[in-house]
């Protein structure tokens, strides 16, 4: 009997057999790490979080979840994207909490490279806040924000998730990246 795939997985675990998640990891680790790559390249060298520790985190998060519907694989993986990246934001927030109080003092190495981490954690919440902002506006171009920018899923994967045309999703990706822009333009360097 062949082992079953991701979707059909997917679809036990819609009908209720907890057990799955078990059989489930083992298939989607590597997409998973891939996604914690994409999410990573976006932080300073420095981050103490690794890629490991954010695929076990959104891994638990999701497991966590109470009756999380699952439409397919691609939706499976949009909703990965998403823990991630709120892991990432709840880490930066408290990274920055813990850096509030301190005295100045002489500048080291050390202490340049944790100046670039903070201000990747700046960039991270300010982009949060932006997008908090466009949700108010229009979630699906949030939804494409996160499945492309912070999930790295084609235009084609996030079509899939969405259940949009290919077409809709490249509107959508540069209206968003347009918006994202004239919203955070001066207070990042953005390239």
């Keep these: 009997m062949d082992k079953p795939g991701v979707t059909q997985l997917l679809l036990r675990l819609k009908d209720g057999e907890e057990q799955v998640y078990d059989q489930l990891y083992p298939l989607i680790y590597e ?21 490991t520790e954010l695929v076990h985190e959104a891994y638990l998060k999701m497991v966590d979840q109470t009756k999380i519907d699952f439409n397919n694989k691609s939706h499976f993986f949009a909703i990965a994207s998403r823990c991630m990246r709120q892991i990432l ?12 109080g ?25 982009i949060d806040e932006a997008l908090d902002k466009l949700s108010e506006l229009n979630e699906r171009l949030v939804k494409v924000v996160e499945m492309k920018f912070f999930g790295n899923m084609t235009i084609e994967q996030t ?7 290919t077409s809709t999703v490249k509107r959508d990706w540069i209206k968003a990246r347009g918006w994202l822009h004239r919203e955070l333009k001066g207070r990042f360097e953005i390239t």
């Design 159 to 165: 079509a899939s998730a969405l259940d949009i045309s």
């Design 102 to 126: 301190g005295k100045e003092e002489d500048v080291t190495y050390i202490d340049q490279l944790f100046h670039a981490q903070e201000e990747k954690s700046q960039e991270l919440l300010g």
């Design 31 to 51: 997409k998973l790490k891939g996604l914690a790559y994409a999410q990573m390249s976006h932080q300073s060298q420095g981050h103490t979080l690794s890629k």
């Design 89 to 100: 934001i709840d880490y930066a927030r408290k990274k920055n909490a813990e850096k509030r």
